[in-house]
């Protein structure tokens, strides 16, 4: 890991909501709108590209836990930005915060949690379950 991943950072990500992330993908008795499951993957999304520039050569980082709050509703078509903030470095324990707005409404926010791992090592694990 590097040396110059410090507590304090901060990343900001911005994307336009499409008909991929709707709700309806998932279910399709609920309405329309931007989903959970895409509000979670750019939650992540922002923490992961903001240590990304840091690791080592062969290190990658994968989510341990969130606790998250999804507050409010986002048409399709709406832009959705989202901004981490590095709060905590415990070794390879990494912890954000992190809030998420659309044009109109702060939409989420969470408390994101990765660890960084070698990914040779992790793959090579991940194969032999795959293989059980």
Same mark, same amino acid.
């Given at each position: ?17 499409? %008909? $991929?992330?709707? @709700?309806?993908? &998932?279910?399709? !008795? ?5 989903? +959970? ?6 939650? %992540? $999304?922002?923490? @992961?590209?903001? &240590?990304?520039? !840091? ?5 990658? +980082? ?10 409010? @509703? ?59």
């Amino acid at each position: 890991m590097s040396e110059e991943l410090k507590v304090g950072m901060t990343h900001e990500i911005e994307r336009e909501t499409t %008909e $991929e992330m709707s @709700a309806q993908k &998932v279910y399709p !008795h609920v309405p329309n709108v931007y989903a +959970t499951r895409a509000m979670v993957g750019h939650i %992540e $999304e922002v923490c @992961a590209d903001m &240590v990304l520039a !840091h690791l080592a050569e062969g290190q990658q +980082t994968v989510g341990t836990g969130m606790k998250f709050k999804h507050m409010a @509703a986002t048409p399709l078509g709406m832009k959705v930005r989202f901004s981490a903030k590095l709060t905590a470095v415990d070794g390879p324990k990494l912890a954000f915060e992190v809030e998420g707005f659309d044009d109109v409404d702060k939409i989420g926010e969470a408390t994101h949690h990765r660890f960084i791992i070698d990914a040779e090592k992790f793959n090579s694990r991940l194969a032999k379950k795959a293989g059980r």
